[in-house]
């Protein structure tokens, strides 16, 4: 062993709220952790594509934002003392004949450890770009594939382009900002919610908004500043004054280097897992949240809550086999409310 490598109890890859709640879950059993992510903060998804954007199916919280989310999961996992690991990426993981676990990132940071987690949602993903030229120039400068600050599009003109949730939320979020907005679709048909079609359709009667069926052309500006847009139409190609675009072209997630490491997956695209420790079919990897798969799977943060907790019983195992795993309620647990410096 080289005196570089980090050793560690177990490595969760993936900083989304699955991979942060699996930190709390391994620290009750006191297993210490090492998280690594390939973007450059906690949060994944959330935090990536939409950390102003309301979430309302996590328990106790009626509406929370991604961000929102993320910063009460660092919170609650601060007692634990995870060390993070930002804008790098796992590229091989190798098994050593004690059972242990060799991962290395791009960033050339060697881990050893007895478990590996991967709660890395999709994988490494992507925003698929518009087929359209030069877009590369103005991406970044005014044109955006996610909505880091809602400030950012204050007194802009807008277009949206999409019809699926993301296009639609950010037309109703933005639309109180924006200078003027306009939402364009190559349809009059949408995929997202009906409820948020119908408040966009209300918007465009109120003359709040507009709305174009067609789609994009090319873009006309300079020096990576946008100032039109110009769309493929019915009636011909019409153009639409823009300083900012937000396309919305779905995201084409790839597993990445996990797809080599020999696991059993579904689909050559999600890992397959076991329901009682979601373990994979490699002895001390599991997999958890929107990468694994399993009869019944639903992709939701709160199953992926759910799987971190049986996991972590599972990981204690393996770190420590001598030990007998005492099952404990946070709520009635002096050792456990120490841990948290609540006692």
């Known amino acids: 062993m080289s005196g570089n490598e980090i050793v560690t109890d177990v490595v969760i890859i993936g900083a989304g709220p699955v991979g942060l709640f699996a930190v709390f879950e391994l620290g009750l059993v006191d297993l210490k952790c090492h998280v690594i992510d390939i973007l450059d903060r906690a949060g994944g998804q959330c935090a990536e594509l939409y950390p102003e954007k309301p979430i309302y199916d996590i328990p106790a919280f009626p509406e929370i934002s991604g961000q929102g989310l993320t ?196 689909d050559n695209a999600l890992i397959k897992v076991d329901t009682e420790k979601f373990e994979t079919s490699e002895p001390g990897i599991f997999a958890i949240g929107d990468i694994n798969w399993y009869p019944g799977k639903l992709k939701l943060i709160l199953s992926g809550f759910h799987e971190g907790a049986l996991m972590a019983q599972a990981a204690k195992r393996i770190v420590h086999p001598d030990q007998k795993v005492v099952f404990q309620y946070t709520t009635s647990s002096t050792q456990l409310q120490k841990k948290l410096g609540v006692a």
């Open 71 to 266: 910063d009460n999961l660092m919170k609650q996992i601060q007692p634990f003392g995870a060390e993070f690991h930002f804008s790098q990426m796992v590229k091989s993981v190798e098994k050593l004949d004690d059972g242990s676990f060799r991962l290395t990132t791009d960033a050339d940071e060697v881990f050893l450890t007895k478990v590996v987690v991967i709660a890395a949602g999709g994988g490494s993903f992507q925003p698929k770009r518009p087929p359209v030229e030069d877009v590369e120039q103005y991406e970044g400068k005014s044109v955006f594939y996610a909505v880091r600050k809602m400030e950012d599009f204050r007194d802009q003109d807008l277009v949206i382009v999409g019809g699926g949730d993301s296009a639609l939320d950010w037309t109703l979020n933005l639309e109180p900002l924006a200078r003027s907005l306009t939402l364009v679709h190559r349809r009059d048909q949408f995929r997202g919610h009906a409820d948020s079609v119908n408040k966009m359709r209300a918007l465009v009667e109120e003359g709040r908004i507009n709305f174009i069926t067609g789609q994009l052309g090319r873009l006309e500006g300079e020096n990576g500043q946008l100032k039109e847009v110009y769309l493929k139409t019915a009636g011909g190609e019409l153009g639409i004054p823009a300083t900012r675009l937000l396309p919305f072209f779905g995201l084409t997630m790839k597993l990445g280097p996990v797809a080599d490491w020999g696991l059993d997956l579904h």
